[in-house]
């Protein structure tokens, strides 16, 4: 019979030097255990000696990242005292930049949402504006919170792609016209005096998932992102993956349905062109199950219009819950092709739009999956829906500066030159 092994956990090193990183790895663990571990379990669960669990644990006492939660244990010895993060230890903004709305959050760090705000987006205007705008909302979201600002450790900015990471660029996402090229990352941290990081929505998405998701956001998982585009969000062994120019998961022009609509790049059924909102809606209007002139094709229309759709389809409007259904059998396809390529053992669902998909693609989606799996005899794969919610992307954003600032990471093991 064949041994079925879980996921190891991550192991520390006792190498010489190599002691951020195993902080990192002790600070991981505890935040994965909402009871709190004890320096006896941390020792076993990371592969790390005593000395140095008790080392590294006094030092993140003195920093104030972590607590002593009273003592645990029965039968013979010594209760052992519990270890757990500090939720007002250290703090992160996070920025959602979204053809239709702006979300920023503030995340303590426990990922728990400390102070959030919302502001649609300026149609037409002009990225400095917006930029502008978004700083002014940040220095009141922390002003109001009335977090000590000595405590916010960075701020994280999650944007539509493509995106030029090391540049911190913003590169001519789709409906936010004028965004070629745009500095956002430095912008941003020249206007609000904060460490800034800039990263993909659908990677922010899952990183978000890592932290705030509870289970569904451990082991190996691809994101998928229902916004104003479609993307998804990779993470393998519990390590997020962005691709060697932080563009991983650009899955749009998977094609769903060689008979569908003509794609800007030239093919037909694509995923972008056939299932994403404002794709829905054009049918919709096609089909005169959204009626009335309808001349306004910017973001926060169109999502005013899909909101529509999905109001109708769920208040018993067939013609319009056929849309949501055939939309769910289209992506179901991609994401099937994303599964088999990456084997995984789940699929989260989220964004913006997830809400209003959500009950047509869990009835549908995850039988389709199952089917159409290379992997079906081996594991099956799990779909959900987000556990972080509908802000997903901003959370994830804050999430980026817990992320870079404490999780544990590859990188952190290479020599620097």
């Not at 009626?291 to 094709?297: E, F, I, M, Q, S």
Request: proline share 6%.
């Amino acid at each position: 019979m064949t041994e079925i092994r879980t996921p190891s956990p991550r192991r520390g090193t006792n190498l010489p030097r190599m002691g951020d990183f195993n902080l990192t790895v002790i600070l991981d663990a505890i935040r994965r255990a909402p009871g709190g571990l004890s320096r006896v379990e941390l020792a076993q669960i990371v592969g790390l000696s005593p000395q140095t669990i008790s080392n590294i644990s006094r030092r993140l006492l003195d920093q104030r990242l972590i607590v002593e939660a009273g003592k645990e244990g029965s039968g013979p010895g010594k209760p052992r005292t519990m270890l757990r993060l500090n939720p007002g230890g250290m703090y992160a903004v996070g920025v959602h930049l979204d053809p239709a709305v702006l979300t920023i959050v503030l995340l303590d760090l426990v990922g728990a949402v400390v102070q959030h705000a919302r502001i649609t987006t300026p149609s037409g205007a002009e990225p400095e504006s917006i930029i502008a705008i978004i700083a002014a909302a940040i220095g009141q979201l922390i002003e109001d919170s009335g977090v000590d600002r000595t405590k916010v450790a960075g701020l994280g900015v999650a944007s539509p792609g493509p995106i030029d990471l090391k540049e911190g660029a913003v590169v001519d996402p789709p409906l936010l016209p004028g965004w070629e090229r745009v500095p956002l990352r430095d912008a941003l941290a020249e206007a609000t005096g904060l460490s800034t990081l800039l990263d993909k929505d659908v990677t922010s998405s899952a990183v978000a998932e890592t932290w705030a998701g509870g289970p569904s956001g451990a082991g190996s998982f691809v994101f998928m992102y229902m916004g104003t585009g479609i993307g998804c969000g990779i993470v393998l062994n519990d390590e997020v993956i962005r691709g060697s120019s932080g563009n991983a998961g650009e899955i749009g022009h998977i094609i769903v349905g060689p008979d569908g609509p003509l794609c800007d790049c030239g093919q037909r059924g694509c995923v972008k062109s056939s299932a994403i909102p404002q794709a829905l809606v054009a049918r919709a209007e096609a089909a005169g199950v959204l009626v009335g002139a309808r001349t306004d094709r910017s973001a926060p229309a169109v999502q005013e219009n899909f909101a529509e759709l999905c109001a109708l389809a769920y208040g018993g409007n067939e013609a319009a819950m056929e849309i949501i259904r055939e939309s769910a059998v289209l992506v179901g396809r991609a994401v099937s092709a994303v599964t088999n390529a990456l084997d995984v053992d789940r699929v989260v669902f989220g964004g913006p739009f997830w809400s209003c998909l959500a009950p047509a693609y869990l009835e549908q989606i995850p039988a389709l999956v199952q089917e159409n799996s290379a992997t079906r005899k081996i594991h099956g794969i799990e779909v959900v829906g987000t556990g972080v919610g509908e802000d997903v992307a901003a959370v994830g954003a804050a999430c980026l500066v817990l992320e870079h600032t404490l999780a544990p990471r590859s990188q952190r093991l290479l020599l620097e030159g």
